[in-house]
């Protein structure tokens, strides 16, 4: 069963003519990792952002466990359901890391009892020590800050993981840590993983890759070694 | 929980930009704690006096209608101004009326002792009667001249300082009399001596007199420091404010006779249940006779040279404080709409992050509340060392000005008052202006600053409430993008 389906989704940016998704029909599943591959200004990003929760679409629904995400709490599904890497990051820049991921828990309602040291553990995991965990968000470079998004994005165990080019300012040894990340988050932790690239090595860890050109997707590859 | 923790993160981290919006709102609040310190002082003050002043009547002779009569009368072109007179069993029956909580009858009457030498005795004596008698005119017999007053119950010298007991006690048994140190020491008379005085009473319009006399004991003796002579009054032993004998209103009054309504003067000061009454008690006295010439009056002239001052400091705060609540909240919701401006994008980000609308609201309005209550710390602190000196200050100015003032208003009338003594009755208030406002910080005062600090982080936290539901998280996103 999906865990999210677009159904006819049409998306147009207020005072634009242009339909930048057309009719879009789209399922994902808990335990997989999809990625979203397109031109730039294909709609990638515009396509997240629905799925996130922040827009609501013009025309067509975004189901979520059935639900359509025009009638439930959004506020409570991003807060809870989905965590958000954003391609421009967007933490608060004058917070230090382990604070934005603390934060995140604390607005998530996160049962977690000491959430400074999950928010370090975390922080660990994704390549960022104590020290620059301590470190304002804006004096860190920006593969850092790519990292504390991810680590921000998990820190409150969502269902639905996407991310806007995660590894895009990330070096090659990085990047393969996080893509395990992601891999065993969907298949050992069955969550639903989406991801917006241009990278063929994150192509390569997709179930399933979805192209997006002139509004419209096609599924290219359906993965089914799993 | 985490909002306000956050918030009180977010005041340190912004300091610049806090400590800007802190500056402008300690000053609006050290301003309304020094305003709101002088303007509840001279509230509490200001209805004292209204309630003591508004409740406390005098009769005093309208001169206008005086002079008018005295026109009217006037036969050959010169004015017989006679100053219009209460009986006395007027002011007693007066002091019978339900509109009064409380009555107080002074009374005096010229006399003389034929061993006494009155201090000023060159300057000869003076009729019993306080008033002008003839000007032009003569009306036969000279009245009887008095070197010495008996005074019952004129003790307000005493609690105004300018009097004071040298030995003995103040007179408080009927016959008992003090008299001044001057007039005791020029005339050996010790406590325990006993005076014989010799006065009269008279019917002021058949003419005809009957002669008093008293026999008081001294029982002690004063020091004055009053003026000899009351200004612009005779200058003669009997009006010399040394040869003042005091005692009882029981020993003045006991050599009252039926019919004879002068000699004796008695005054009254009627105190009111509510100065509410005041009309009331006016009519009634009308009624019961009082002279149409008299006003019945409260003491505005001495409530305002009194307390003038006061209101004025009072009304400076107010508009001062207002002025400023003004201006500091424009001040605040400019500098609280820039800032939200500024934080657009953070709002952007806990947004996106799933925070609720009312909660980054809370946020932001904690901010503002940690913010002020530092400010009100600090305010209260520096208002209240600061408002006494203001306020000594303002006062000082006030009182000046409203001299100042009343020099010039003196200054126009006094070509038209030549009425000599006359005049006394009616003459400018001798109270004094408050000097000393003693400004403290009360918990009402406190609490209101405590609602204007209130609602200055309120004003703030509004308008970021207001731009936020403006903002979609997406649209701040985006265009950070
Ligand atoms: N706020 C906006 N208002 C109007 N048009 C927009 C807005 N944001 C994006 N667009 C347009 O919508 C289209 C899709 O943009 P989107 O950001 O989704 O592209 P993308 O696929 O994520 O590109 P990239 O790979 O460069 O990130 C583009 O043509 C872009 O110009
Ligand atoms: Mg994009």
């Not at chain 2, 001169?63 to 006679?82: F, H, Y």
């Not at chain 2, 001596?193 to 019917?203: F, Y």
């Not at chain 2, 006061?310 to 919701?333: D, N, R, Y």
């Not at chain 2, 904690?366 to 602190?381: A, D, H, K, R």
Request: include cysteine; glycine fraction near 8%; charged fraction near 20%.
């Amino acid at each position: 069963m999906s865990v999210l389906s677009l159904k006819g989704v049409t998306y147009q940016y207020e005072g634009t003519k242009k339909n930048v998704l057309k009719n879009i029909n789209a399922e994902f599943e808990a335990g997989k990792v999809y990625t979203i591959i397109g031109k730039s200004g294909s709609g990638k990003s515009t396509m997240l952002s629905l799925i996130a929760g922040l827009d609501k679409c013009k025309d067509g629904t975004i189901l979520y466990n059935d639900a359509d995400l025009k009638t439930i709490d959004r506020d409570v599904y991003r807060a809870k359901n989905i965590g958000v890497i954003f391609q421009a990051y967007n933490l608060i820049t004058n917070a230090t890391a382990v604070e934005n991921i603390v934060l995140s828990m604390e607005i998530s309602n996160s049962s977690v009892k000491n959430k400074t040291d999950f928010a370090y553990e975390l922080l660990e995991k994704v390549g960022i020590n104590r020290e620059t965990a301590n470190r304002r968000v804006l004096k860190l470079s920006g593969g850092e800050q790519q990292r504390v998004g991810i680590a921000r994005a998990l820190s409150h165990h969502p269902d639905i993981i996407i991310a806007d080019e995660p590894t895009g300012n990330l070096d090659r040894d990085t990047e393969a840590e996080i893509l395990k990340i992601f891999t065993s988050l969907a298949h050992d932790e069955g969550k639903c993983v989406i991801i917006v690239t241009h990278s063929k090595k994150v192509t390569l860890i997709a179930d399933t890759i979805i192209g997006i050109s002139n509004g419209k997707i096609t599924v290219f590859k359906e993965n089914t070694k799993n | 929980m985490y909002i306000l923790k956050n918030a009180f993160r977010n005041v340190l981290r912004n300091g610049g930009r806090n400590l800007l919006i802190g500056a402008i709102i300690l000053a609006v609040i050290v301003t309304s704690v020094i305003a709101l310190m002088i303007s509840n002082t001279a509230s509490g003050i200001i209805d004292d006096y209204k309630s003591r002043f508004g409740s406390q009547v005098q009769l005093k002779p309208n001169m206008d209608k005086v002079r008018k009569e005295a026109q009217e009368k006037s036969t050959n072109g010169l004015m017989r101004i006679a100053t219009p007179t209460i009986p006395s069993d007027q002011y007693i029956a007066f002091g019978e009326s339900d509109y009064l909580q409380k009555s107080e009858y002074t009374a005096s009457t010229g006399v003389n002792n034929d061993k006494i030498t009155a201090i000023a005795a060159d300057k000869g004596g003076g009729s019993g009667m306080m008033m002008a008698g003839n000007i032009g005119g003569s009306s036969g017999n000279k009245p009887t001249q008095f070197m010495m007053s008996l005074r019952g119950n004129q003790f307000t010298d005493f609690t105004e300082g300018t009097r004071k007991l040298a030995q003995g006690k103040m007179p408080s048994k009927k016959n008992e009399a003090i008299v001044s140190t001057d007039l005791a020491e020029a005339n050996k008379i010790r406590i325990g001596d006993k005076l014989s005085l010799q006065g009269e009473v008279k019917n002021s319009e058949k003419g005809t007199t009957a002669a008093t006399s008293y026999e008081v004991t001294v029982v002690g003796t004063y020091y004055d420091a009053t003026e000899e002579y009351a200004e612009g009054a005779m200058e003669n032993a009997y009006t010399n404010r040394r040869n003042e004998i005091l005692t009882t209103y029981e020993t003045v009054i006991q050599q009252l006779k039926p019919n004879m309504d002068g000699g004796i003067r008695i005054n009254a000061t009627y105190y009111l249940k509510e100065p509410g009454m005041l009309d009331a008690f006016a009519k009634e006295l009308y009624a019961k006779g009082l002279d149409e010439k008299f006003d019945v009056a409260t003491d505005e002239e001495s409530y305002n040279k009194i307390v003038g001052p006061v209101e004025g400091l009072k009304g400076i705060s107010v508009t001062f404080m207002i002025v400023v609540l003004i201006f500091g909240g424009i001040i605040i919701v400019l500098l609280s709409s820039m800032a939200i401006r500024e934080r657009k994008y953070e709002i952007g980000v806990l947004r996106a992050m799933g925070m609720k609308k009312w909660k980054v609201a809370l946020g932001l309005w904690s901010e503002m509340l940690i913010i002020t209550s530092l400010c009100l710390v600090f305010g209260l602190g520096i208002g209240s060392a600061a408002a006494q000196p203001i306020t000594d200050t303002l006062l000082a100015q006030q009182i000046e000005s409203a001299e100042l003032e009343a020099e010039e208003q003196a200054q126009q009338n006094s070509g038209g008052m030549m009425m000599g003594p006359i005049s006394m009755s009616n003459s400018a208030s001798s109270a004094e202006p408050l000097r000393n406002l003693d400004i403290s910080l009360g918990s009402d005062t406190a609490l209101q600053i405590i609602g204007i600090a209130l609602l200055l982080a309120s004003i703030a936290g509004l308008i970021s409430i207001s731009r936020i539901t403006k903002y979609e998280p997406i649209k701040i996103l985006m265009e950070r993008n």
